[in-house]
């Protein structure tokens, strides 16, 4: 879903995600652990990656869509960008205030069964759409059907959309004030009131510091997702369509549920996966989304007594939990110095908090991350062990204070002028983003408040510590001119499918709540665990490739069970699963596409290049 839980450092882990369209990278939370962060608000380094930018700043802005080509590297996508114009305050269309959107479109490659174009969107709040169209478009496309354009777009204040939510002079800057707080976060057991009262204010300065960068541009009013969701409307229209297919995770739910509200009648087809309850969403409230986050532990419990290979094996569920629960209480009274990548010159505190936020990060996509996680867990139960953590810890001086090969000068804030479409900012901030602080209500700040929210969140997960942020986050923020609180639902056009897995922060119960607004809808569940479409079931993708291709619908609560229990052995999973051919081949090709990377390529290459995505924003 949308992960609210934070991070200083966006990490390779993330990037592998992105260069294979896996949506939704979660944050870890604490300074100084390689996060997935959840979003992707912007490009790459070209340095450190070979997936080019393209220059944005040489589209010409424009209130219809002026497509022309872009990303070239990639030819036998067609990939085309337009820069569109639209307004800014959507009750004020006649003020001279605008936003212009990134919007990017891979063609139809089956233009005879042509059946128009499917909106997408990855995620966030803050996900870059842009990104995950230019360099995870083969498999969207393969999973919705090469005979439908694929669109996204970086949405207002994200990435290549302009004017940008850039809150501080430069890089070096932001990297300096977020490094003063690390030991704050790294040091916490989130029950300490002090420790409460510090990240207020840490929160509402950095809000005010946004508040001086952007408040002449009056975008922080006009951040909610009721705007994207006419900026979604404002874009469908601009291709001359008055219908809309879409595809949202995470986050994009919430979008999802938001334009079927706003615009029930223009349903012609809507999957929303990876499901965040919009009802508690409006609300602010967190804790909902911690449903299905027990079940994850006792998921790896299980699978790891079953499997010698796991680094924590234990010949019974009971023997796997007492490991990992004496080895984080150990944690807490003797944490442990470790060194961090080669490129690092200084070593890393590595706490008990750390290892909850890298069990969280783990199962977001567990076939692919915890039994290296573990196998780093495990390494730590050796209080002398100098040499592990090496993949998972931080970043190197040079990445967070600065380098000229890297970054521009200390002083040099001409790269973050917010309407600068080129480029595209490091280690984004919480305050940062926040589209989510458009939706909630005016924060409460009371600390005894917070406090009980973070108690109860700690009660219902071992992971729920990391939720303790959220009731702060939003401290000091600029408030919206005026912010949507439902009601929500709606007799759409056509049933939407709302599709769910086991996920630690978008729960089953959330699609349920959400097809409850909507008649007729249907819901199908996946048994299996991760986040989003990081869990690739030939089942799932055969219902919503039919759903797309000719409406099928689902039977309500259809079950798919075809993913096979986690191997830990190797480390980073077994081979990865092949769809399921359904349909004609030239509309679905389903194949091992001819020289092109796969994804067990890209993670592997992506690891040993400790590749990190640069300009990864904000929350889900």
């Known amino acids: 879903m949308v992960n609210f839980a934070m991070s200083s450092t966006a990490s390779w882990l993330a990037a592998g995600l992105y260069a294979v369209g896996n949506l939704q990278p979660v944050s870890a939370m604490l300074p100084g652990v390689s996060s997935l962060s959840s979003s992707a608000g912007g490009g790459l380094h070209r340095r450190q990656f070979e997936f080019p930018e393209h220059a944005w700043e040489d589209i010409k802005p424009s209130r219809s869509l002026e497509w022309q080509p872009c990303y070239e590297d990639d030819r036998e996508a067609n990939l085309q960008c337009a820069r569109l114009i639209v307004p800014m305050d959507y009750e004020n269309c006649a003020s001279n205030q605008t936003v212009t959107l990134a919007v990017i479109k891979r063609p139809a490659q089956d233009t005879e069964n042509y059946l128009g174009p499917v909106f997408v969107n990855p995620g966030g709040p803050g996900g870059s759409g842009v990104f995950w169209v230019a360099f995870g478009g083969d498999m969207i496309h393969q999973r919705l059907g090469y005979n439908h354009d694929i669109i996204s777009w970086d949405p207002r204040g994200v990435g290549r959309s302009t004017p940008k939510q850039l809150c501080w002079a430069n890089g070096q800057r932001r990297a300096i004030w977020n490094e003063k707080w690390a030991e704050l976060d790294v040091l916490s057991e989130f029950d300490d009131p002090n420790w409460i009262r510090q990240i207020l204010e840490q929160y509402k300065y950095e809000h005010k510091v946004c508040s001086d960068m952007l408040g002449g541009t009056g975008l922080l009013k006009h951040l909610h997702t009721a705007a994207h969701a006419h900026d979604l409307d404002r874009i469908l229209t601009a291709t001359g369509n008055d219908k809309l297919r879409f595809w949202g995770v995470s986050w994009g739910s919430v979008l999802a549920t938001y334009y079927a509200t706003l615009?029930?009648?223009?349903?012609?087809?809507?999957?929303?996966?990876?499901?965040?309850?919009?009802?508690?969403?409006?609300?602010?409230?967190?804790?909902?989304?911690?449903?299905?986050?027990?079940?994850?532990?006792?998921?790896?419990?299980?699978?790891?007594?079953?499997?010698?290979?796991?680094?924590?094996?234990?010949?019974?569920?009971?023997?796997?939990?007492?490991?990992?629960?004496?080895?984080?209480?150990?944690?807490?009274?003797?944490p442990r110095v470790r060194p961090s990548r080669t490129n690092s010159l200084m070593p890393h505190l590595f706490t008990q908090a750390h290892a909850r936020a890298m069990m969280d990060m783990a199962f977001r996509d567990p076939k692919w991350f915890l039994p290296m996680v573990i196998q780093e867990l495990a390494s730590l139960e050796q209080t002398t062990n100098e040499t592990s953590w090496v993949h998972l810890m931080g970043m190197s001086e040079r990445d967070s204070i600065g380098d000229p090969d890297y970054f521009p000068e200390f002083t040099d804030v001409r790269r973050f002028d917010p309407y600068n479409a080129g480029y595209m900012p490091t280690l984004l901030l919480r305050s940062e983003e926040i589209t989510q602080c458009g939706d909630w209500p005016e924060p409460n700040l009371d600390i005894d408040y917070i406090q009980s929210e973070i108690n109860t969140a700690l009660s219902l997960s071992q992971t729920g510590g990391l939720m303790a942020p959220w009731k702060a986050w939003c401290a000091g923020a600029t408030r919206p001119k005026k912010r949507f609180e439902g009601p929500f639902g709606g007799n759409t056009s056509f049933p939407i499918l709302f599709v769910n897995g086991w996920d630690i922060v978008t729960p089953v119960p959330s699609a349920f709540n959400n097809a409850e607004i909507f008649p007729g809808s249907s819901v199908v569940t996946l048994d299996s665990y991760g986040h989003g479409i990081t869990i690739e079931s030939p089942c799932v993708n055969d219902h919503v490739f039919a759903y797309f291709q000719n409406g099928t619908l689902p039977d309500f609560n259809s079950t798919c069970a075809d993913i096979p229990d986690l191997k830990y052995g190797g480390g980073w999973g077994g081979p990865w699963p092949n769809s399921t051919v359904v349909g004609d081949a030239s509309t679905r090709r389903i194949k091992k596409r001819d020289g092109r990377p796969r994804r067990e390529e890209i993670y592997e290459k992506l690891r040993s290049r400790e590749s990190r995505l640069w300009g990864i924003e904000g929350t889900i």
């Open 263 to 334: 615009f029930p009648h223009k349903i012609e087809r809507m999957v929303s996966e990876a499901n965040v309850d919009v009802r508690e969403w409006v609300q602010g409230n967190a804790n909902g989304e911690l449903a299905d986050a027990q079940r994850h532990f006792e998921y790896f419990y299980r699978t790891c007594s079953a499997d010698k290979d796991c680094a924590m094996h234990e010949p019974t569920v009971e023997g796997v939990k007492k490991r990992l629960d004496a080895l984080i209480e150990n944690l807490k009274v003797l």
